[in-house]
């Protein structure tokens, strides 16, 4: 089977499922991102209403009109900044996020963050290489960002259920500890050895956990759930189903 992006990234069909998809991913964050939130506000975080609000009505409601790519990659942009600004209201002090920096990381939660999505990365490289997908065509991040761009779409969704919810829970249960895993030579902003194990020791127990799937009727862990979105997209770009990623609150 020859690549199925291949002729579509030559037509004018690319730009149309361009929109289509990017749009589907950035809801799928969105919609991810409140599950996640969700968590905390019923649990006494009623700070979180505003967002989970937006989240829920504004987003889709922006998604939904005539917008073009800028427009998606700015509203991804809102979604990803106003959630890392809700950090301060379930993290303690020293995991609080006052801006993303990335290259390199300037703080302990930035250091987190920038680990656990290079993981997450790579697992769904592995995940898409099994496919018949082409790694260098993607919808919302720009083919120039790297090689494998259409990985960089497809690991979105799984941040906030994978990256985050192992940050989350190491940080608030105290397996990761600012004095005792971080690098002090470098600002706090670098997972010593010890650290890095108990971070990857987490990731791989929340990426390997099972759950019934209720559309395939059995048992299925988030890591093939990478997968089988993959196998979504393939199916919308060459039988026009619907593309829906994975939905924490579906497991879908």
Known sequence: MECVLTTIKQSYAYMENRLVIAKAIV???????YELLYHYYRHGKKELKPLLDWLK???????KSEVHIKQILFIEGQIWSRFYS??????????ILN??????PD??????????NS????????AIYRTHLN???????????????LSLDMCEVFKPVIVFKTIFECVNNKKLQVSKHFDKNVNYALLNESGKKIFIENFEKRINESFMHPKLKRKTT???AIRYDAYKLIKYLVEDKEFLPFSLKDKT
């Open 86 to 95: 809700s950090f301060k209201y379930f993290l303690p002090e020293d995991f």
């Open 27 to 33: 809801q799928g964050i969105a919609d991810n991102i």
């Open 57 to 63: 009505k504004d987003v889709q409601e922006f998604l």
């Open 119 to 126: 993981l997450l990365y790579t697992k769904t490289i592995s």
């Open 99 to 104: 801006k993303r920096v990335k290259r390199p």
């Open 135 to 149: 790694q260098s065509i993607s919808f919302l991040h720009s083919p120039r960002e790297g090689r494998f761009s």
């Open 107 to 116: 703080n302990p939660i930035n250091a987190l963050i920038s680990f656990g």
């Open 222 to 224: 988030y890591k093939s």
